[in-house]
């Protein structure tokens, strides 16, 4: 998915780590999600959790849209020309509906409900994102996985994987990346990670454990949950400090109430973000967004996109350069007793 924000904001991020202690219950802060228009002749909302300037990483997670259900008839759908990426991974997850996949690596594939798509645009790759003629209702995520300095050239690649539904005991779960409750995913990551869907099942509490070692959060796509004793509504995504080793959470409500799950170990690196490429600082950016312009081996080129335009422009790059934006501590995340998160 490409950031077709017509001025998007450079975002200099990075990580300062600090283990809390073990104990009980964990404080959960609070992450809301912002609007914004995904482009197209009718905008298609998504809503955007990561980055903010209250948080900008997640392990290696550094962005995070979720969107829909959306009608396709009113919002037109997904229809996102070619456009680039370098430094990062690509992660698409779908509830319901199906997208079009095309990009410079020779693949051409779907992305349907419950079935992981990765592309890693290291070095660079472009492609392109349709929502296909028989989807009605689009719904899901699109996350971007930020590569370490030593990765950050890797070739273009593109993996699939289905994983399986396993059984929490009140809720399931489906892991797309990493390890969870005993199910693991084959599809190869640069850094330590975690990513799943999570169905509580209504009124149900499920308990999940976790790598103490990571940095958690917790995004509601439907209904409305309690992480440990925190009241998380949909379109919020609750994060996690390290030093937790496991997850408790409840659905309250008379309905499933499905969620995202990310997870890793904090990324140890400053990077730069801007549109969609994923760099080191101002000048790299500029590099990157200059050889997109004049349609530089790179990026390569997509076969086969029918859209009004054959490739996204690159915005102006600002008159500024960028200034640091750091997360907090994650010692920010230390355990409270539980009846003060009441």
Known sequence: MSNTEADPTEIRCCTEDRAVGAARHPRVEIISARDVPLGGPRAMPVRRTLPQRQRSLIGAWCFVDHYGPGDVAATGGMDVAPHPHTGLQTVSWLFTGEIEHRDSHGVHALVRPGEVNLMTGGHGICHSEVSTAGTTTLHGVQLWV??????????????????????????????????LAGSSSPVTTFTPLLGAEIVVEPGASV????????????????????????????????????????????????????????????????????????????????????????????????????????????????????????????????????????
């Open 207 to 342: 308990t999940v454990e976790i790598d103490p070692a990571f940095e958690h959060g917790l995004l509601v796509d439907t209904g409305a949950v309690e992480l440990f004793d925190t009241r998380l509504s949909r379109g919020v995504l609750g994060y996690v400090g390290t030093g937790v080793s496991s997850l408790w959470v409840v659905n309250p409500g008379d309905s499933p109430a499905r969620l995202v799950l990310l997870g890793g170990t904090p990324f140890g690196e400053e990077i730069v973000m801007w549109w969609n490429f994923v760099g080191r600082d101002h000048d790299e950016i500029a590099a990157f967004r200059e050889e997109w312009e004049r349609e530089s081996d790179r990026f390569g080129r997509v076969d086969g996109y029918a859209g009004e335009v054959a490739r996204l422009p690159a915005p102006q790059l600002p008159h500024a350069r960028i200034r640091p934006r750091r997360n907090p501590p994650t010692a920010d995340a230390h355990y409270r007793p539980r009846e003060e998160n009441r």
């Open 146 to 179: 930020a590569l370490p300095d030593g990765a950050r050239d890797a070739a273009r690649d593109f993996q699939h994987y289905v994983p399986p539904a396993i059984d929490l005991g009140g809720g399931r779960a489906r892991v797309f990346l990493g390890t």
